[in-house]
């Protein structure tokens, strides 16, 4: 098709209502304190930004249960932090939200605060934390599950780790060998559980369900997600 074909005019129109239909698509939002990572200090995190706190919740290797992680790093002059925030659910979809934020160290003692509320953090080695995020990201980009955007924007902050100089073994699925889905309080369960079906088929998963009436079906576990999506997330898009 050439510049001057008069359908091109369609097409770029069509093209912009697209553009535009994507853009009013939900993002998930973080409600956490701090603000937007400047570039210039992006292209120096390995370099001169040492890792500071790296913190996972306790129970991370519970089968099926969603693992909160906080990568931080900081500048040795200034003080000031800059953290990347992953929800890795283990059990099927992977890196399920995320971000990456510049706080003064006030503000990041307030955001670790608010997730100690929900969950008990504890200490862990970078390495880890990189091998946490990787592995659930393989495991359900097999399931046919992708990334959230947000949450691949905050990578740069895992620079430096070493997933594979890890040896601790990060739990998948149900521990028996199959995806676990517990479902969490914005998903899209019908279109994650027909991505199952496509990817391993009927019977080649677990899955617990809130009830449509809100309450769970699975007691404790549903909460659990339930609270770990909520300590820092506002808004969220389907999975999948």
């Not at 990578?155 to 676990?180: E, I, N, Q, R």
């Not at 969490?184 to 899955?207: I, S, W």
């Not at 339930?226 to 300590?231: H, K, L, N, T």
Request: hydrophobic letters at 35%.
């Amino acid at each position: 098709m050439s510049p001057g074909d008069p359908r091109m005019g369609k097409k770029r129109h069509s093209n912009t209502k697209k553009r535009s239909a994507r853009k009013r698509q939900p993002r998930r939002r973080h409600n956490a304190p701090g603000r937007r990572v400047p570039s210039s200090v992006l292209g120096r995190l390995q370099r001169q930004w040492p890792f500071h706190e790296v913190l996972v919740n306790e129970n991370w290797q519970s089968s099926g249960g969603l693992t909160q992680l906080v990568v931080s790093r900081r500048a040795e002059e200034s003080g000031d932090i800059v953290a990347g925030i992953f929800l890795v659910d283990l059990g099927c979809l992977g890196l399920k939200n995320g971000f990456l934020s510049f706080l003064d160290p006030g503000e990041f003692g307030q955001l670790v605060g608010g997730l100690r509320e929900t969950q008990a953090m504890v200490a862990c080695e970078p390495d880890l934390a990189a091998k946490i995020v990787l592995t659930g990201l393989e495991y359900a980009d097999n399931l046919g599950f992708k990334p959230h955007p947000d949450a691949v924007e905050a990578f740069p902050v895992l620079l430096g780790a070493d997933a594979s100089a890890c040896d601790k073994l990060v739990p998948l699925g149900d521990g028996k060998g199959k995806p676990l889905y517990i479902s969490g309080p914005h998903d899209n369960v019908k279109r994650v559980l027909a991505t199952l079906d496509r990817t391993v088929g009927p019977g080649g998963y677990e899955f617990i369900v809130a009830g449509t009436d809100g309450d769970a079906l699975s007691g404790k576990a549903i909460e659990d997600h339930d609270g770990f999506e909520d300590a820092c997330f506002e808004e969220t898009t389907d999975p999948g």
